[in-house]
């Protein structure tokens, strides 16, 4: 999202962050692979993770989640309606994709599963920028 920002010269007026439900991998890197999938369409993935916090809800007008799993956990933080109204599925905003749906995990699987993850994230920000554009009044 943040390249597609950068390419469309929004990166001032969007602000990107990513965040898990649990603490399993606070801190760490991204997965090698996906660093791989990303560098096959030009982009640079960087950052650490974190653990999504209760604030995220005031900081962000848009929380994203992968699946209908983390949606769900998301929802539970949720302290109010206007916050839960916040939480979309990713995939929600991809062209040609039917309501509902997950981005499947690649970490199990092997470096393919990524490249695939990659394009539906790749279509999904597509739509979401779209979206943006649109009912923000940002420049296209």
């Known amino acids: 999202m943040r390249s597609l920002l950068e390419d469309s010269g929004l990166e001032e007026a969007v602000e990107v962050d990513s965040a ?26 960087s950052g650490t993770a974190r653990q999504f916090e209760i604030e995220d809800f005031d900081r962000f007008e848009y929380i ?4 209908a799993e983390n949606r769900d956990e998301l929802s539970s933080l949720a302290p ?16 040609n994709a039917r309501r509902d749906q997950d981005v499947p995990d690649p970490y199990y699987g092997g470096a393919d599963g990524f490249a695939k993850t990659f394009q539906i994230l ?13 009912q923000h009044d940002l420049p296209s």
């Open 80 to 95: 109010d309606e206007v916050s839960e109204e916040k939480i979309f599925l990713i995939r929600d905003f991809e062209a």
């Open 20 to 45: 898990g439900t649990s603490a399993e991998h606070l801190g760490d890197e991204p997965d090698p692979r996906t660093h791989e999938a990303a560098e096959e369409y030009g982009v640079t993935v």
């Open 64 to 67: 994203l989640a992968m699946d």
């Open 122 to 134: 790749d279509r999904a920000c597509r739509g979401l920028l779209e979206h943006l554009t649109i």
